[in-house]
């Protein structure tokens, strides 16, 4: 995390040139979100388990999901 001080006129441009969005596009990514929606609403915690190690690295996280 980085913290940006402005002390001048915040415009769109200075937002956008200090905030940069990813280069991906959301089209582009749907279908595999989709596709993980989709296995942690069929194996819960196992799928979690899955993709935060294919993600992030993570092994034996310890998740909490509230019930409702």
């Not at 940006?4 to 959301?26: F, M, Y």
């Not at 993600?55 to 310890?62: A, C, R």
């Amino acid at each position: 995390m980085r913290k940006i001080e402005i002390s001048g006129q915040v415009t769109p441009a200075l937002i956008a040139e200090l905030l940069p969005r990813a280069s991906v596009s959301i089209d582009s990514v749907s279908e595999t979100v989709s596709q993980i929606i989709a296995e942690v609403k069929q194996n819960s915690i196992r799928a979690l388990d899955a993709h935060a190690e294919r993600f992030d690295g993570l092994k034996n996280v310890s998740f909490r999901v509230p019930k409702e």
